[in-house]
């Protein structure tokens, strides 16, 4: 058994129950072998505990067998299961609840486990390194199943990265019932950005390429300026189209340079790994 998950009787009742609960939530299953809604909570609270990892303490306490520790804690059904903080019991339920609605009421008092990630996140951009957050609000948007408020920490973290067309596909994503002032400041510093970093050299080279689309030395330089600019998913699509047309184009300086780019973006980026996949396809 874990160590996060203990079977309680009378002699630990008092240090596990009420000592433990001052340090961090304790959640007690009342149980028994006769019941049978019991034996499909106990592994799904399980689970959660070993999830959890330590957040909170899992106390299992068979009523039959503890009938005066089930009765000072006023149990009258099974499974009973109660949060105990500070000492005292501070919400809970009786009989079977479907997964979703016990870690809805265990988030109430529990960490989150993409806590850790956003803490990480935040030193970053303390720091003024938007870059270094980038990984840690991805994998929390990611693990929280997209939450709107991690959505625009995140489209921040990329705004500020110069990563517009991620930012602006990630803020396209949020419901419209969602579309706050948060939401609203966003799209102005999106479109702030995007104007600032029309530079009028990316200008004359778009141009330049309209009236000549086959001159791949424009559009590798186009895609030097456009990086240069922070907008790397298009300049990294002038690259692959480059390749497509020339694989060797500039003696190698331009599959290299799409590498590079890929590089930066750092292990684990949704944008390199995609850009990733399209050079091996024209590689191999």
């Given at each position: ?70 009765q000072q804690f006023g149990v009258r059904s099974l499974p009973t299961v109660m949060v105990i903080q500070n000492g005292q019991p ?32 935040n030193e970053a951009i303390e720091a003024g390194d938007y870059g270094r957050a980038l990984t840690p609000l991805r994998q929390a ?46 799209q102005a510093q999106l479109e702030i950005k995007r104007e600032a970093s029309r530079s009028p050299e990316v200008e004359a080279l ?79």
């Amino acid at each position: 058994m874990s160590q996060h998950i203990v079977n309680i009787d009378e002699t630990n009742a008092a240090a596990l129950l009420i000592d433990e609960s001052h340090k961090r939530p304790v959640v007690v299953d009342f149980w028994a072998d006769w019941c049978e809604p019991c034996k499909v909570l106990m592994p799904m609270l399980e689970r959660i505990a070993d999830e959890y990892n330590g957040a909170f303490l899992l106390a299992k306490v068979n009523a039959d067998e503890q009938g005066m520790i089930a009765q000072q804690f006023g149990v009258r059904s099974l499974p009973t299961v109660m949060v105990i903080q500070n000492g005292q019991p501070v919400d809970g339920f009786a009989g079977a609840q479907p997964e979703n609605a016990v870690r809805e009421l265990l988030g109430k008092y529990l960490p989150k486990p993409w806590d850790g990630l956003l803490q990480l996140a935040n030193e970053a951009i303390e720091a003024g390194d938007y870059g270094r957050a980038l990984t840690p609000l991805r994998q929390a948007w990611e693990e929280s199943g997209q939450l709107y408020e991690i959505t625009v920490a995140y489209a921040h973290a990329l705004i500020e990265c110069l990563r517009l067309d991620e930012a602006e596909t990630l803020l396209e994503g949020v419901r419209l019932a969602d579309r706050d002032a948060a939401y609203e400041q966003l799209q102005a510093q999106l479109e702030i950005k995007r104007e600032a970093s029309r530079s009028p050299e990316v200008e004359a080279l778009e141009q330049e390429l309209a009236a000549d689309p086959d001159n791949l030395d424009v559009r590798q330089q186009l895609a030097v300026q456009l990086t240069n600019a922070g907008q790397f998913k298009q300049a990294m699509e002038h690259l692959v189209a480059i390749l497509q047309r020339d694989l060797e184009h500039g003696d190698g300086a331009t599959r290299k340079a799409l590498l590079d780019t890929i590089a930066s973006l750092g292990k684990g980026d949704p944008l390199a790994a995609e850009y990733q996949r399209k050079l091996y396809s024209l590689l191999y």
